[in-house]
């Protein structure tokens, strides 16, 4: 995910920098069969510089879907959605959701009745091994490729 500068109006006093910004992270929704869609921060809080800009790096997790991310200093809030839009590699027929349809692909791929393009864990063969990478996000045990 590419970090973006996120404006939000804090203030002290006249002057926008020195601030100390606190970061958090609400995951996603979860549907059933869906992966927690999130972002890893690369810090927890950051501090404004003189032009009042306090950013931190948000890098997504492999769930696709929007979480809220709020920065707070003092009493004062602001929240602001991301989104998580790159496909999962779990998500082979790429609808948006990793659920029993990806699983169905993997298992025609594992026993060659349907084309081997889902190589998971890009060992040079679709097997069981692939087949379960896909069925861990449907057990909400999250993609791990
Ligand atoms: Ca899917
Ligand atoms: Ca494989």
Redo the contacts with the bound molecule.
Sequence with gaps: MTPEPQPLGFQKGNRHEDILLYFALQWGLIAPGRCKSSATLSAPSAVTNSAGIASVTATANSSIGTYLVTASAGTFSASFTRTNSAFSSCDVNQDGQTNVLDVQQMVKEALGTARALN???S?G???V??LQIAIDPVRNLGCSQ
């Design positions: 190589d998971l864990n060992d063969t679709v097997n091994v692939d």
